[in-house]
C-alpha cells in the first residue's frame, strides 16, 4: 500500500505561481513513477505531469509546457509541481499519483488507469 498527500493548493491571482508537493508513505520503493493530474468542475480528470522515480525524466501536457516543473526528491519520497505563469484555466483539483508498473519502452504514462495509487487532491484556484 502507498499513501500519497498532497498540499500546496490554494487561491492566486492569474499570472502568479503556487508549488504543490505531494508525499508518498508505505511501499514506494518500487515506485516506477509519479504524476500530477487535474480534474476541473464538470471535466474529465486529465493528465499534467509525470516525472521517472529512477533518473527523474519528466513528460508534460502541451497545456502547460514551459509553465510547469515537476520534480521530485527520492530522500524524502516527496514530488513537487512548480506551477508558474497561472491561468484561470489552470483552476482544477489537483491529484498526485503513484504509477508502479514499468513501461516496457520506458516511457512515461499520461492515463489515470495506468497509475495505481492516488492521493485526496488539493485545490488551485486561479483569480482573474
Known amino acids: 500500500q502507498v499513501q500519497l498527500v498532497e498540499s500546496g493548493g490554494g487561491l492566486v491571482q492569474a499570472g502568479g505561481s503556487l508549488r504543490l508537493s505531494c508525499a508518498a508513505s508505505?511501499?514506494?520503493?518500487?515506485?516506477?513513477?509519479m504524476g500530477w493530474f487535474r480534474q476541473a468542475p464538470g471535466k474529465e480528470r486529465e493528465f499534467v505531469a509525470a516525472?521517472?522515480?529512477?533518473?527523474?525524466?519528466?513528460y508534460y501536457a502541451n497545456s502547460v509546457k514551459a509553465r510547469f516543473t515537476i520534480s521530485r526528491d527520492n530522500a524524502k519520497n516527496t514530488v513537487y509541481l512548480q506551477m508558474n505563469s497561472l491561468k484561470p484555466e489552470d483552476t482544477a483539483v489537483y491529484y498526485c499519483a503513484a504509477d508502479y508498473t514499468r513501461d516496457r519502452f520506458g516511457k512515461l504514462h499520461s492515463t489515470t488507469y495506468d497509475y495505481d495509487y492516488w492521493g485526496q487532491g488539493t485545490q488551485v484556484t486561479v483569480s482573474s
Open positions: 508505505g511501499r514506494t520503493f518500487s515506485t516506477y513513477a
Open positions: 516525472i521517472s522515480w529512477s533518473d527523474g525524466t519528466t
